[in-house]
């Protein structure tokens, strides 16, 4: 069964910095595409960033453009999220998954991890 590991979570004050880690494991990481999404209390799950299998290609939500970078490194079978310049309404919990190239949707929607949650707060 595919596995999802996510880390680095945790409290930070507005403007502050964070570095999300996804180690995956249980599928041909090198071969996917890789997102991060996150879910606010009360909301839905959004897409916040993605990257090509080989890392050439990255696509963000408008409101973290700027701010966050997402990479990988294949070998290490691990995804990435640099968050600069956090602000409140980034709090939310956030997972990776797999990540269909053509429209960015999770491909193991049965296989979440756990997330890390982030928050945003003075």
């Known amino acids: 069964q595919v596995q999802l590991v996510e880390s680095g979570g945790g409290l930070v004050q507005p403007g502050g910095s964070l570095r999300l880690s996804c180690v995956a494991s249980r599928f041909p990481f090198s071969t996917y595409a890789m997102s991060w999404y996150r879910q606010a209390p009360g909301k839905e799950r959004e897409l916040v960033a993605a990257?090509?299998?080989?890392?050439?290609?990255?696509n963000y939500a408008d409101s973290v453009k700027g701010r966050f970078t997402i990479s990988r490194d294949n070998a290490k079978h691990t995804v990435y999220l640099q968050m600069n310049s956090l602000k409140p309404e980034d709090t939310a919990v956030y997972y990776c998954n797999a990540a269909y190239r053509s429209t960015w949707t999770p491909v193991f929607v049965n296989s979440w991890g756990q997330g890390t949650q982030v928050t945003v707060s003075s």
């Open positions: 990257i090509s299998s080989a890392g050439g290609t990255t």
